[in-house]
């Protein structure tokens, strides 16, 4: 999918409008103004419906978490969004909190995407995955294990989301129902430190 980038996008908005404007003045520039004017307001609408969901989740999808969250800074309203992608918007930032660890501002958007309402089954599933993944690092078991109910409910069409699912449930299952003790908590803390090293 050929996606334009929002800086030529807005170059090329102004060009048309701006030039579509000026033609108007010209002799019989008017009916010659409408060559310029309509691709620039079909980029403006575009751009006001879509914002920069596209080339944010592109980023996202690449790692490049501080240029994803600039690209989708550039969004000039949200809340002017068609709704679909008004839940993405919230869903990216849900990713992109939940990358940087940052799990209470990644509850927040991934429920905030989820009121809004997502394109469809398989992007709800994975807010859901979100949820339970936060939640069991909180060691919140039941919410962990109530989100991954939710999840398994929906109808899944993609085979990478039925696999995070078992996936998800599979480790759900190895915590015990009431969570992890405070120092099996601190030892698989202490493990990761060294994991990491």
Do not use: C
């Not at 995955?129 to 294990?145: D, E, G, H, P, V």
């Amino acid at each position: 999918m050929f996606i334009i980038p929002i800086r030529l996008r807005f170059i090329l908005m102004a060009v048309l409008l701006i030039g579509g404007v000026i033609v108007s003045f010209l002799p019989y520039g008017l009916a010659w103004s409408w060559l310029l004017l309509i691709p620039g307001i079909i980029l403006l609408i575009g751009y006001i419906l879509f914002g920069t969901i596209a080339s944010s989740s592109q980023l996202l999808q690449l790692g490049k978490l501080d240029e994803a969250e600039k690209q989708l800074q550039l969004t000039y309203k949200p809340e002017w969004l068609l709704k679909m992608n008004r839940g993405t918007y919230y869903f990216i930032l849900g990713a992109i909190e939940t990358q940087r660890r940052n799990f209470d501002g990644a509850e927040k958007y991934m429920n905030q995407a989820l009121d809004i309402g997502m394109p469809s089954d398989d992007f709800t599933a994975q807010i859901y995955l979100f949820l339970a993944q936060i939640a069991a690092s909180k060691n919140k078991m039941n919410q962990a294990r109530n989100a991954l109910r939710e999840a398994k409910n929906l109808n899944i069409t993609d085979p990478q989301v039925q696999g995070a699912i078992k996936q998800i449930e599979t480790e759900l299952k190895k915590i015990p129902k009431r969570g992890l003790s405070p120092k099996h908590q601190q030892m698989m803390r202490q493990s990761k430190k060294q994991r990491r090293r």
